[in-house]
């Protein structure tokens, strides 16, 4: 009786795995089955990562988010900003 032991290759678009039984005491092995599966990615990010540039497939969704994000830290800033000259009575009526 062996031990089952599973090997994994995890690579930049695509997982390799093996299943060996090893018996240690009789120093024997065999294969009990292996393979892979291939992630298809576009063309031109195959290109890019080639050339050594690292690209995300989310870049463009975390940049349109970084833009929300910091337009709504700058309306947060005038809100406050209005409440502090509110309080301190240097803003017309009509602001307040």
Partial sequence: MGKNILGLD??????????IEQN????????????????????????????????????ERTSYRSTRRLRERYLLRRERLHRVLNVLGFL?????
Wanted: net charge negative; glycine share 16%; charged share 15%.
């Fill in 24 to 59: 240690f005491e009789e120093k024997q092995g065999q294969i009990l089955g292996m393979g892979s599966r291939v992630t298809p990615m576009s063309q031109d990010i195959l290109g890019e990562f080639g050339k050594g540039n690292s690209v995300s497939q989310t870049a």
């Fill in 92 to 96: 017309p009526t009509h602001y307040a």
């Fill in 10 to 19: 995890l690579g930049t678009n695509s997982i390799g795995w093996a299943l």
